[in-house]
């Protein structure tokens, strides 16, 4: 059974910084980790899913939204089948429960639709 387990969620102040993990395990997907593209998603209250970032199988390649670039990097280490989103400069306004997820498609996406495994989410909640 797939599984991706988040964890690194909480209550942090405007302008500091959380570190959220995803490991994925079960099956085949366990040992299959680089062939998937990894993303991270987030949904606040009262507001539909929305792209973050993702990454590239091997880790060469990222992709984030206009709102965390140049705060937020994502990371994946392939050797833990684990991937990574450090979040820094952290606003009100990144509040919201963050999903990773894997994508077996060729190309990297921002869309939802293209990711078939995910994360519980983990709430991050971040105070003015």
């Known amino acids: 059974q797939v599984q991706l387990v988040e964890s690194g969620g909480g209550l942090v102040q405007a302008g500091g910084s959380l570190r959220l993990s995803c490991a994925a395990s079960?099956?085949?997907?366990?040992?299959?980790?680089?062939?998937?593209?990894m993303g991270w998603f987030r949904q606040a209250p009262g507001k539909e899913r929305e792209f973050v970032a993702v990454?590239?199988?091997?880790?060469?390649?990222?992709s984030y939204a206009t709102s965390v670039n140049g705060r937020f990097t994502i990371s994946r280490d392939n050797a833990e089948n684990t991937v990574y989103l450090q979040m820094n400069i952290l606003r009100p306004e990144d509040t919201a429960v963050y999903y990773c997820?894997?994508?077996?498609?060729?190309?990297?996406?921002?869309?939802?639709?293209?990711?078939?495994?995910w994360g519980q989410g983990p709430q991050v909640t971040v105070s003015s």
């Open positions: 997820a894997a994508s077996g498609l060729l190309l990297l996406s921002a869309d939802p639709r293209s990711y078939t495994y």
């Open positions: 990454i590239s199988r091997n880790g060469g390649s990222t």
């Open positions: 079960g099956g085949t997907f366990g040992r299959t980790f680089n062939n998937y593209h």
